[in-house]
């Protein structure tokens, strides 16, 4: 049998707890997105009431697989647009604006090219997620697996800088 691709199964294990996530939020209070980031960032789904579309995209999202390197900054920031009504996804002032990012490594672009992690792309993260918290978005990391767990600085810094919370999940399977 071929080797199971690690990468393969955090992203399961991702796609699996925000499943789980999903089934503790009424959809009739509460619109749920979905992004990715990889080179860059794509909105999947635009925020919504439809929970069963959450899961249709997110289904094509472990279908597609993982891919490419870590942008957290531009997913951060797409994130920003989307819960501020600024891009696809309808504004709504009065909403409690969070989001949920899951991440298998640290930021590795721009600067790092994908290949390599650099300071500045982890100070761009946090940045990012600075001027999030100040929009009144809370940023929740999940870290899953070794190497995210071997340089944490621009997750606990994500959470910290934005009011969200940081957890480290050293086995993905234990997200579920």
Request: glycine fraction near 12%; aromatic fraction near 4%; charge should be positive.
């Amino acid at each position: 049998p071929p080797l199971r691709n690690p990468r393969n199964s955090i992203l399961a294990a991702e796609i699996a707890a925000a499943r789980r996530l999903i089934l503790q939020l009424n959809p009739e209070t509460t619109r749920v997105g979905v992004l990715t980031f990889s080179e860059g960032a794509k909105l999947m789904q635009p925020l919504t009431h439809d929970f069963e579309q959450v899961g249709r995209v997110l289904s094509d999202v472990l279908r597609a697989g993982p891919y490419g390197g870590t942008n957290m900054v531009e997913g951060i920031r797409l994130g920003i647009t989307e819960l501020l009504g600024l891009g696809s996804s309808e504004k709504r002032t009065d909403a409690i604006k969070v989001q949920f990012l899951l991440t298998d490594g640290f930021p590795s672009l721009p600067i790092g090219g994908g290949k390599r992690m650099t300071p500045e792309d982890v100070n761009l993260t946090i940045n990012a997620a600075r001027l999030a918290g100040k929009a009144g978005i809370k940023v929740h990391v999940f870290a899953l697996g070794e190497e995210a767990l071997s340089y944490p600085r621009a997750a606990v810094g994500i959470a910290s800088e934005s009011g969200g919370t940081y957890t480290p999940v050293m086995r993905p399977v234990d997200v579920l």
